[in-house]
């Protein structure tokens, strides 16, 4: 069996905890060579610690020797006091200083230090806490903040959302639910897998199986453009239910709706019908090894495809048919081309108009009247009269 090593370590954020004492953890996602992805949780003050034993282990490349040699990062050490602010701002150094760890040669980023010191602890499934005392706050590290942490202005309390049927893992990464349990959501991914936890549990789980307290509907969802958007297919998938739709990998689609489960309407010409968001890649955009390795893994079930689902709510779950996807689709393609027709005709209209003009002849200059001899001789100089006399 191959050795276990990290292949990316992404901060999510921090917690503000209460017991014993209040104190900070800084929430690490960690995924690993065979596929699997743990979160764990580390103090500044342990993530030091493992610093500094880090570079008595290697000490040319920690730079004591040289300091021209230096390839592991640099961390500042702890301050005497570390309040949120400090644990707020120390993020983005945190954030590059993981990134580097990881691609450093593999004799450090794969050493048992590393590898320990990331796995997942009894403490990390299970966290001490009190029924007395309030449950800790979560701040989270916006994707488009990671720049700049200090955009993180208080605590984001993570949404509640209840399970509407069983649900049995198929990878180590996922996690069982059961009908009626509720789980915090902390991450909403467009393929419709949310990593989400639920007591001492923590894993990615289908959005299909999950529904919002407050109503059948989220409110996150957006509407419908008709206008579409250009998608790549990067993977083939043959239809399964007769609204999807089976394209191979190349062919470019336009995707019109984009829902939360992960499962868009998307338009092939005329035709609309459901297909896979984590099988397409928008137009002109690079591939990325994450997305790449995204889709080595399975589409996440269809809501519409899970028996036995219960829900809370008296009213059912607002949903758009294919007909009327298709049905407003062609009246945009129809409205789309008729405003490029009426274009087209006014520029072929100015285009005549203006060929009229420049082949208009132009007009010839008055030819003015022979003068008379009387009206010669009066204006003539005496010069010419006597020629003519």
């Known amino acids: 069996m191959a050795e276990a090593f990290l ?22 996602l960690v995924k690993w ?28 490349e920690s730079g004591d020797i ?9 961390l500042p050490a702890p301050k005497w006091f570390d309040g949120q602010r400090t644990t707020q701002n120390r993020q983005g150094t945190l954030a590059e200083y993981c990134y580097t760890l990881v691609n450093l040669p593999h004799k450090i980023s794969r050493c048992l230090h590393v590898v320990n010191f990331f796995k997942v602890r009894p403490d990390d499934m299970s966290p001490v806490t009190d029924s007395q005392f309030k449950k800790p706050e979560v701040f ?3 994707k488009d903040s990671k720049k700049n942490p200090t955009d993180i202005t208080g605590p984001i309390v993570l949404q509640t959302y209840r399970v509407i049927a069983d649900y049995e893992k198929s990878s180590r990464s996922e996690m069982d639910l059961k009908a009626g349990e509720m789980v915090d959501v902390v991450e909403k991914s467009e393929s419709g897998w949310w990593f989400c936890q639920l007591k001492n549990k923590r894993g ?47 062919e ?21 019908g459901y297909y896979p968001s984590m099988y397409l890649q928008k137009s ?29 709510h008296k009213q059912s779950r607002k949903q758009i048919s294919q007909e009327t ?29 203006n060929e009229q003009e420049e082949n208009k002849s132009k007009a010839q200059p008055a030819v003015p009247p022979r003068p008379s001899k009387d009206l010669i001789m009066n204006r003539c100089t005496e010069s010419t009269r006597r020629k003519i006399m």
């Open 7 to 28: 292949r990316h370590i992404e901060l999510l954020g921090y917690e503000k905890r209460f017991f014993p004492s209040q104190h900070y953890v800084y929430m690490f």
């Open 33 to 60: 060579n065979d596929l699997s992805e743990k979160l764990v949780y580390r103090r500044f003050t342990e993530i030091y610690e493992f610093h500094k034993a880090l570079k008595e282990m290697f000490p040319i």
């Open 66 to 74: 040289n300091p021209e040699n230096r390839i592991i990062p640099h």
């Open 140 to 142: 989270l590290l916006p």
């Open 204 to 250: 990615w789980v289908p959005a299909a199986y999950l529904e919002p307290m407050d109503g059948p509907d989220e409110s996150e969802e957006q509407e419908p453009n008709y206008a579409g958007e250009l998608y790549v297919v990067q993977k083939s998938y043959t239809a399964v239910e007769e609204d999807e739709l089976t394209l191979k990998e190349g």
């Open 252 to 272: 470019t689609i336009e995707v019109i709706h984009k829902l939360l489960d992960g499962w868009w309407v998307i338009r092939k010409d005329e035709a609309t």
């Open 284 to 312: 002109g955009e690079e591939n990325s090894p994450v997305k790449s390795e995204l889709r080595n893994r399975s589409a996440p079930p269809r809501r519409s495809t899970i028996r036995n689902a219960k829900s809370i």
């Open 325 to 353: 996807y298709r049905r407003n689709s062609k009246k945009y393609i129809q409205s789309r081309r008729n405003m490029k027709g009426n274009v087209k005709v006014k520029a072929n209209i100015i285009a005549e108009k």
